[in-house]
């Protein structure tokens, strides 16, 4: 599946998602029980793939996985169908988390960054792909989501939310409250970093031999 972005939908599935989002806040502020169980059944694989990317952690990803549906039911009247519904419970997911990491040992998204990471704008040229995202659409996922685990969050979260929810870069900066410029470096330099690990990876299931 390519890369879903505003520029490429057309104005028919834009509308059919508008309506769609519409149907799920009236359900929702009426709480709805079957919608919600719809809701979860279409979402469940999706979100908890991304609280897995973020925590690292299966057990503590469960956990949180019911707290995002239990939010949802408590508070689903704030959702009013103007943003998509897959960013409006990943940006419940995400808060989550960092509530979390502030409780425990758990490095906080915001503060887990590399030594070498800034804010600087570092330019990929518009929401299109760069040679590295090219490459890694090629690539074996199984691979991709082995290596993924390797890397600090925030940079896991950003790799997950362009290749696995398909957001475009703006949105991804939307929904992680970060610059532009900063998603955009940190997408980059977490690419930059999956490739030579996944040629090790290779390499070690080859005997030593490249692939």
């Not at 502020?29 to 952690?57: A, S, V």
């Not at 704030?78 to 979390?100: E, P, S």
């Not at 990491?101 to 800034?118: G, P, V």
Request: proline residues 3%.
């Amino acid at each position: 599946m390519s890369m879903r972005t505003a520029a490429t939908l057309s104005a028919a599935a834009v509308a059919e998602i508008q309506r769609e989002n519409a149907a799920i806040a009236r359900g929702l502020k009426q709480q709805d029980p079957e919608l919600l169980d719809r809701l979860i059944e279409t979402y469940q694989h999706r979100l908890m793939r991304y609280l897995m990317f973020l925590t690292g952690n299966r057990e503590v990803s469960e956990d949180l996985f019911q707290e995002v549906w239990m939010r949802v039911l408590r508070r689903g009247s704030q959702y009013n169908g103007k943003a998509r519904f897959d960013t409006w419970i990943f940006t419940i997911a995400r808060n989550l988390v960092i509530d979390l990491s502030r409780k425990r040992t758990m490095a906080s998204l915001d503060e887990m960054r590399e030594a070498n990471e800034d804010d600087r704008p570092f330019e990929i040229e518009g929401n299109g792909p760069s040679p590295l995202e090219l490459f890694l659409q090629s690539e074996n996922s199984a691979e991709i989501a082995e290596v993924l685990m390797k890397l600090e969050p925030n940079y896991r979260e950003v790799v997950s939310l362009r290749f696995h929810e398909e957001l475009s870069l703006d949105e991804i900066a939307t929904l992680t409250c970060t610059p532009l410029s900063t998603v955009k470096s940190r997408l980059y330099r977490a690419l930059a970093a999956l490739k030579p690990q996944l040629i090790n990876l290779r390499t070690r299931r080859n005997g030593g031999l490249e692939a």
